[in-house]
């Protein structure tokens, strides 16, 4: 009954679009797939590393907010940078080949930019502490506990897998051709936003 609820409260957190849902679908939507999955497996390392702390109940937890208030003004302002880089590219013909020509920024970068964006979100920290302490019985074993980690890291890697390859189809691409650079720019003002609200 414990990882039913832990699971149910996770997936439901997962439907809710966040930064990193918005980083994806513009990634899908203009890059090939590979750099899709690099963003991926960044953003699941992140939530990994704030999975790790919340299984092992470190102390240093007990006390959050000093590094609450540095991850907030971090992630604002990387949010608004990763925004307003979106709102200051041109518009580009939309590429349905997997050639590496022509396509800038190597995979450890996106790799990086994936990892950033969960990192610096304290909504990640706060969410997987709550959880943990709220619906996780202090007799549940370290074990069992990391059962439940590694499976809300799969989720979160095959779940934004999932949203990838449905956006990065081509028959999906081709008729969102004439609405990319669209997308592109409400996608920058949607994550210049997120950092504007977490600044405020």
Not at 92 to 112: A, H, P, R
Not at 137 to 157: G, H, Q
């Amino acid at each position: 009954m414990e990882f039913i609820l832990l699971a149910s409260a996770h997936f439901l957190a997962l439907l809710s679009p966040g930064p990193d849902f918005f980083l994806i679908i513009n990634t899908a939507l203009k890059k090939p797939f590979r750099y899709v999955i690099s963003i991926i497996t960044g953003i699941t390392l992140a939530n990994a590393v704030y999975l790790l702390i919340a299984v092992l109940g470190l102390e240093l937890i007990k006390n959050l907010s000093t590094l609450t208030l540095l991850l907030k003004y971090f992630g604002a302002v990387y949010l608004m940078f990763i925004g307003i880089m979106l709102l200051k590219t041109k518009r580009q013909k939309l590429e349905f080949n997997d050639s590496s020509m022509g396509y800038k920024g190597s995979l450890i970068t996106y790799f990086v930019m994936g990892f950033l964006s969960g990192f610096l979100n304290p909504k990640n920290i706060i969410f997987y502490l709550s959880l943990f302490t709220v619906m996780v019985s202090n007799e549940t074993s370290l074990f069992t506990r990391s059962l439940y980690a590694l499976w809300m890291c799969s989720l979160v890697f095959f779940w934004d897998v999932t949203i990838a390859m449905l956006i990065a189809h081509k028959a999906i691409k081709q008729k969102l051709f004439n609405w990319f650079y669209v997308i592109e720019k409400l996608t920058g003002i949607i994550l210049a936003s997120f950092g504007v609200i977490l600044l405020w």
